[in-house]
């Protein structure tokens, strides 16, 4: 059973608030008739071209919770493109069930065939809880996938740490080396952090529901378990959520003993309020849709049969840099500063038409 939302019909049903008054274009909710977990797939906004997203498989609460995170997200892609001076809108799309026990063929499938609806509007990729094997089933019953034939993850963690680099170079740092790491989640996108950050000399301290992972980073890459203590509260330089998102909620940010937080995972913090928090500490913050557009920007080399793209890869530092200069000189907070010169790009291709 599929239901499509669309605003642009009218007398449409907009059952989530968020849909309505962040202007959503269209929210696919699809299940395979032989049941199964439901999909999620949003497309926020395609003024720059179809919207390119992830597919995450993740075991939420509920099925609200699933949606609200899918329209969360595909938002967050719409700027990180436009940041990124790509062709491309933003997307997202979740099914709400456990990757290791219920990510079957057919729920891939049947995702996949919900996708196809969309008539290439919304491109998938790999996500959390994805991988390329996983796009080439989805790849059978849609026009076109991203991260089928490469994995996106070295690309995200090489932006993350050149955003890092710029945010060094602001505090009077010639490179990381030298400074301290935690990072929060060593899955695909956090070890290669970490192997980046110990190739450039600096120090990590690492966390991950999986014991397995962070040993793993531990023998290779000399990173230090937290130990059960909360490693975005490490006394360090710099932290990186790297993981699920929503982890900057108000007492965390107050209590952050780090100098900056440059994000990997979507939609680190619990609310954007935390922003204007983070800038009152004295805190410097990358939005995660400009630290982390590295994946999006290998997709869309992908779709375009590009191999070479590092330069544009590295080029977030400086995005990151124009952001906290924007940031200073308007006396607003990052995320509101990367915000506003989204808007300015949106607003400028829709005036085109």
Not at 76 to 81: E, G, L, R, S
Request: hydrophobic residues 45%.
């Amino acid at each position: 059973m599929t239901v499509l939302i669309d605003r642009r019909s009218p007398g449409a049903p907009t059952a989530l608030t968020t849909f309505a008054e962040q202007e959503f274009e269209q929210l696919l909710v699809s299940r395979d008739p032989a049941g199964g977990p439901r999909g999620f797939i949003a497309v926020h906004d395609t003024s720059l071209g179809p919207a390119l997203g992830g597919v995450r498989v993740r075991r939420y609460p509920d099925d609200e919770t699933a949606a609200a995170d899918a329209l969360r997200l595909a938002r967050a892609m719409t700027y990180k493109a436009a940041l990124a001076g790509l062709p491309l809108g933003g997307g997202k799309s979740v099914i709400n069930a456990d990757p290791r026990t219920e990510k079957t063929a057919a729920v891939l499938a049947a995702h996949g065939r919900a996708i196809g609806l969309l008539g290439g509007r919304y491109i998938p990729a790999a996500d959390m809880g994805t991988g390329p094997e996983d796009l080439r089933v989805i790849a059978e019953h849609t026009p076109v996938v991203a991260s089928a034939e490469r994995d996106p993850s070295p690309s995200t963690a090489r932006g993350v740490v050149a955003a890092m680099r710029a945010v060094a170079r602001r505090r009077g740092h010639d490179s990381l080396a030298g400074l301290s790491v935690a990072v929060q989640g060593v899955g695909n996108v956090g070890r290669h952090i970490v192997e980046l950050l110990h190739a450039e000399g600096a120090r990590t301290v690492v966390d991950d529901l999986d014991p397995g992972r962070v040993r793993d980073v531990a023998d290779r890459f000399g990173a230090v378990p937290a130990d059960g203590s909360d490693v975005l509260l490490a006394d360090v330089d710099l932290v990186c959520p790297a993981g699920a998102g929503l982890v900057l909620d108000t007492e965390r940010v107050d209590r952050l003993r780090a100098w900056a937080v440059v994000p990997a995972a979507n939609n680190a913090l619990a609310g954007d309020e935390q922003a204007a928090r983070l800038r009152e500490r004295g805190i410097d913050y990358v939005p995660d849709f400009v630290a982390n557009a590295g994946g999006l920007i290998s997709c869309e080399a992908e779709i375009r049969g590009v191999t070479e793209f590092t330069d544009r890869l590295d080029a977030i530092a400086g995005t990151t840099a124009e952001v906290l200069a924007a940031a200073d000189a308007d006396g607003v907070d990052a995320l509101t500063a990367a915000t506003a010169v989204a808007d300015r790009r949106l607003a400028a291709a829709r005036a085109r038409g």
